[in-house]
């Protein structure tokens, strides 16, 4: 429901970030699936922005005449700033307790920069716009999943995440289906320019609707559990910090102060043993995802590859098996961890054992098979199998960080995460497979190989840290 704030409403300690005690009355958007719709639609813009450089790659690298370490240092670019600004803008979500207001911001200055991408005229204009790209998005993921929890109970957690991930995917297919398209229509030259552009426009459309948005429902969902919930994990995290957080930032703070502020909380988090797990989790299915999407577009269209496929047709090829198994991985994997996480001790922890597992066969009968038919069929079966952890590793630091640490939790799981993870990869397998002679399927082989079975092991370890923290906490 949309409701109105007049001058006389009291505004409510869970609403800080909605209704203000101004004189102008104000529209707000409180309705849980409305909220998660326009998250959903922020998400796949999201994911359709980020891997329209992948979609566009090989044409990128023949126009610009780049390498492919070159190509992977693009997403490397991206995901360090990316990276680097997350913490910060999740910090500052949590403590404004604005978190609509922060998504709104970052969407507008990412699709900003995203259309400047269109006019770059070489490599450094490519690198500094993509690099930049990474500001914006990087303030939406912390700040999205907390106030998503805001408006879903616990039980459901899970599942909510994993249908709001499976706008990654369609962002994904629609990058891929938009560069196709684009690429039959016009000459390559000019493609990929009208690409970014068609990415940037909707971006400030959202941006204006996400301003709207109270910070949480006029209703909470789960205020028992909600709150018994977080009193186990606020306690433990106070005793070994020695001291609460304030109930609101402090006005007028120097920037030591924030810094300071921004350190304390990252500690409250980093406190919490199954955050590193997580840590650890994301940052192994990170070595494996984001080479293989930087590179997999290139390994179908190159002529010393078994496929040799057209910019258009590699396109489509690839959209069909993202769609495919990406889309169902997502919602599956939410739905299988939550309904571990009911029956079972740390079965929220064991369905990221499941798709560990199941992607290890998939993940190597892809990048060996010549056969055009069972490359599709295996790139969905791994698409599929690689997105069935993404719910349950998004929820659990939702699960063990106290609400008011949520958005920083995110944060510091992906900062670690990223810089363990694919902010070298990409890079790294671009490096080998130049020095293979342009292997690329061998480079990806040799460095998601031992990730994927590194990850499987970590995970068995990570359920049973995560039953012993049920266990604490019931």
Not at 212 to 230: M, Y
Not at 415 to 444: C, F, N, P, R, Y
């Amino acid at each position: 429901m949309v409701q109105t704030s007049s001058r006389d409403a009291a505004p409510s300690p869970r609403n800080k970030g909605g209704v203000q005690g101004s004189g102008q009355q104000r529209w707000l958007i409180q309705r849980s699936l409305w909220v998660f719709w326009l998250l959903f639609a922020i998400n796949t813009l999201n994911y359709l922005d980020r891997l329209i450089t992948v979609a566009v790659g090989p044409t990128l690298k023949t126009e610009f005449h780049l390498s492919d370490d070159a190509i992977g240092m693009l997403g490397s670019a991206f995901l360090l700033v990316y990276t680097l600004t997350a913490l910060p803008a999740g910090a500052l979500a949590d403590r404004l307790g604005a978190r609509a207001k922060v998504i709104s911001l970052g969407v507008g200055v990412w699709s900003v920069f995203s259309g400047l991408t269109a006019l770059a005229r070489g490599y450094a204009g490519l690198f500094v716009t993509r690099a930049l790209v990474g500001v914006g998005e990087a303030s939406y993921s912390p700040a999205a999943v907390a106030l998503l929890v805001n408006y879903y109970p616990r039980e459901r957690r899970a599942s909510i995440i994993g249908r709001w991930q499976a706008g990654q995917v369609l962002g994904a297919l629609l990058a891929f289906l938009v560069a196709g398209a684009l690429f039959a229509w016009l000459p390559a030259s000019s493609a990929w320019r009208v690409a970014f552009l068609v990415t940037a426009l909707p971006g400030l459309a959202l941006a204006a609707l996400m301003w709207r948005v109270a910070d949480h429902p006029a209703t909470p969902p789960d205020a028992v559990s909600e709150h018994a919930e977080a009193d186990m994990v606020e306690v433990a995290s106070e005793m070994a910090e020695g001291s609460a957080p304030p109930a609101q930032p402090a006005p007028r703070r120097t920037f030591a102060a924030e810094v300071r502020a921004l350190t304390q909380q990252a500690r409250l988090v980093l406190n919490i043993p199954m955050i590193w797990v997580v840590v650890a989790l994301q940052a192994l299915s990170f070595i494996v995802i984001t080479p293989a999407i930087t590179f997999l577009p290139l390994y179908v269209r190159a002529e010393q590859g078994p496929f040799r496929l057209s910019a258009a047709h590699a396109s489509f090829a690839l959209g069909l098996t993202l769609v495919l198994g990406g889309f169902l991985g997502a919602i599956l994997g939410g739905a299988l961890s939550d309904w571990l996480n009911r029956w079972v001790p740390g079965g929220r922890v064991l369905a990221i054992t499941v798709g560990f597992a199941l992607a290890i066969p998939c993940y190597i009968l892809m990048l060996l098979t010549a056969s055009l038919p069972i490359f599709l069929l295996a790139s969905a079966l791994t698409t599929l199998t690689l997105n069935l952890p993404s719910a349950a590793l998004t929820a659990t630091p939702q699960d063990v960080a106290p609400p008011h640490l949520r958005a920083t939790a995110i944060a510091v799981t992906m900062l670690l995460a990223h810089l363990l993870g694919d902010i070298w990869a990409s890079w790294a397998v671009g490096k080998l497979a130049t020095a293979l002679h342009e292997q690329l399927a061998l480079a990806l082989l040799l460095i998601g190989g031992p990730a994927l079975a590194l990850g499987l092991i970590v995970s068995l370890f990570g359920a049973r840290v995560y039953a012993q923290r049920q266990h604490a906490m019931r």
